[in-house]
């Protein structure tokens, strides 16, 4: 199970027993922001991409959308979502759970800059019940992240 590896990714930084495990569902914004009691905006969604025929790990706030101009002017290609049953055989995790962290050999994470207008945000774990309450810099270190980028639309006030 996915959410194991993550427990274990965790584990080097003695993190592992931050994750939290829910009776219900969190595998969309608005499941995890109710199992975490916060806005859906600080829900961190992690969607996966096929570039290049390799993946990328894209976190944005929960309130964000991929805009397309922005991801083709970021990475030269039209932005490709990986399909339901590429996500597992791509990052480890199923949907519903995909997380950058424990995440397969080669993935490479990058941030969003939607996500900083918040102290601290809540990413899964590797399963659809599961999240870690994280800051921005925890989750840059943990999550490996490439870089900061700016692909959404839609979070703007």
Known sequence: MAIDQVKEYFRQWNMENRILEFQDSSATVELAAKAVNCEPKRIAKTLSFLLEN????????????????????????????????????????????????????????????????????????????????????????????RAWIDVCKDWRV
């Open 54 to 145: 390799r993946c990328i790990l894209v976190v944005t706030a929960g309130d964000a959308r991929v805009d397309n101009q922005k991801y083709k002017l970021e990475f030269g290609s039209k932005a490709r979502m990986l399909g339901f049953d590429e996500v597992v055989r791509f990052t480890g995790h199923a949907v519903g759970g995909v997380c950058p962290f424990g995440v397969k050999e080669g993935v490479v994470t990058y941030l969003d800059i939607s996500l900083k207008r918040f102290e601290t945000v809540f990413p899964a774990c590797g399963s659809s019940n599961s999240a870690i309450e994280l800051t921005l810099d925890e989750l840059q270190r943990y999550s490996k992240a």
